[in-house]
């Protein structure tokens, strides 16, 4: 095995983060998947509610480490336009998809 886990964040030797990310993925679409069975039981606040409280630290937890945007042009040093790497953008898709 190449990961061990410290503290909740999945490492791997080349610091990739893609099984922390996979893992907390996963967590978070089981929570996503039990709030659409119940929200023909529950209001709209009290999903809300529940996505914010169990769902989204999981998508969020240590995202300041991994969470670098990739420099998508290099034409002076000043230009700020960037994008998030395919990790990033699967989990920003599953908290659009949440929502």
Do not use: W
Not at 14 to 32: D, Q
């Amino acid at each position: 095995m190449d990961d061990h886990k410290h503290l909740g964040l999945v490492l791997d030797s080349k610091l990739s983060f893609a099984n922390h990310i996979s893992e907390k993925m996963s967590t978070a679409r089981k929570g996503i998947g039990i709030i659409k069975h119940l929200a023909s039981y529950l209001p709209l606040k009290s999903r809300d509610q529940i996505f914010k409280m169990h769902i989204r630290p999981n998508l969020d937890y240590c995202d300041f480490i991994y969470h670098i945007p990739v420099k998508t042009k290099e034409t002076f040093d000043f230009d700020t336009t960037r994008t998030l790497n395919n990790q990033m953008k699967l989990l920003e898709r599953t908290q659009y998809q949440a929502a």
